[in-house]
């Protein structure tokens, strides 16, 4: 028969044993616990170091692209003095773009915005480069004309009459190529008070009802008068087209690409100067305009003429 005391002392020795089991496993569990957390934590980390990799890759592309395209607005050269202008408000927007890049290189979103108005501003390029070379062989081909005809006249005073039908000829398809020109384009964030007789000025996104558009028409000789249609596009701070809605009723061409407008209006232009005024409604009433820069085109005859931007706090 077991002795009482040797009976309990077993009974305490399995207590323990149990005890340091337990011990034992749930120490194993916290192991496990941790490294899991640990492999969690480092794959993690491994994803944010890709992330900002990519980022600075995006950041080297969007520089890269935005020095080419500075050095060819460099390159573009005119004599017409409002193209001139607009030449000039360019390669100073590119400069600033530039800046940014540098300064919010580690920015995924602000990167991809600046991607997005390198893009636009290559596009805009593309149409002045044909309109720099619409001018070159017009003029080209005003002197070469020119020329011949005073050589004639020299000889035959009696053609005359045959050199003004050529001329009225040429200032024909002068008319044809030509493109309305704008200036003095402005934008402004506006809201309506007085039951919306009167119109506040404001630049805080959330007070913003409409983006009110103004330019100047400049007297133009070569353009056919009549009635025109101008399209304002608008892109907003996150890369998209603010338009009333995504169909095909308010989708137009420019620059040899399609799009949806945020506004349009039929101009009765008489080959005089002339001021528009437009105004961009958001989608919705109770959409809110979002912050940041909002970069604005005016577009005629399938060719963006103007441009400017509208920042929004």
């Known amino acids: 028969m077991d002795n009482p005391s040797q009976a309990a002392g077993d009974k ?3 207590r323990s044993h149990i005890l340091y089991l337990t011990i034992i496993f749930l120490l194993t569990c916290l192991c496990g616990v941790l490294a899991w957390q640990y492999w969690e934590q480092k794959k993690r980390t491994e994803q944010t170091v890709v992330q900002i990799n990519q980022v600075v890759v995006e950041k080297d592309n969007v520089q890269a692209q935005l020095l080419d395209l500075q050095e060819q607005y460099a390159q573009l050269q005119t004599s017409d003095a409002a193209l001139a202008k607009e030449l000039d408000e360019k390669r100073a927007l590119i400069a600033q773009l530039l800046e940014e890049a540098e300064k919010h290189k580690n920015d995924a979103g602000i990167i991809a915005r600046l991607r997005k108005e390198t893009e636009t501003l290559r596009k805009i390029m593309k149409g002045y480069i044909v ?3 619409s001018l070159n062989q017009v003029n080209n081909t005003l002197r070469a004309e020119k020329k011949e005809v005073e050589g004639q006249l020299s000889v035959e005073k009696d053609k005359g009459k ?3 039908q050529e001329k009225e000829g040429l200032q024909g398809r002068i008319d044809r190529a030509s493109l309305l020109t704008t200036l003095n384009v402005k934008a402004v964030g506006v809201r309506f008070s007085r039951g919306g007789k009167k ?28 009635m025109k249609d101008v399209y304002v596009r608008i892109m907003t701070p996150d890369g998209k087209e603010l ?17 949806f407008y ?7 232009y008489s080959n005089q100067p002339m001021t528009v005024l437009v105004y961009a409604s958001k989608a919705k009433e109770d959409d809110e305009f979002v912050p940041g820069k909002y970069i604005i085109e005016i577009t005629a005859d399938k060719a963006t ?9």
């Open 131 to 133: 309109q720099i070379d």
């Open 12 to 14: 305490k020795r399995n």
């Open 243 to 259: 338009t009333k809605s995504a169909d095909n009723d308010h989708m137009f061409e420019f620059d040899g690409n399609k799009g």
């Open 262 to 268: 945020a506004a349009k209006k039929t101009i009765d």
């Open 199 to 226: 119109e506040d000025i404001t630049n805080k996104a959330k007070r913003v009802e409409k983006i009110r558009v103004t330019f100047d028409v400049a007297e133009n000789k070569l353009t056919k008068a009549g």
């Open 305 to 313: 003429i103007g441009s400017t931007t509208l920042v929004l706090e």
């Open 162 to 164: 045959v050199l003004q």
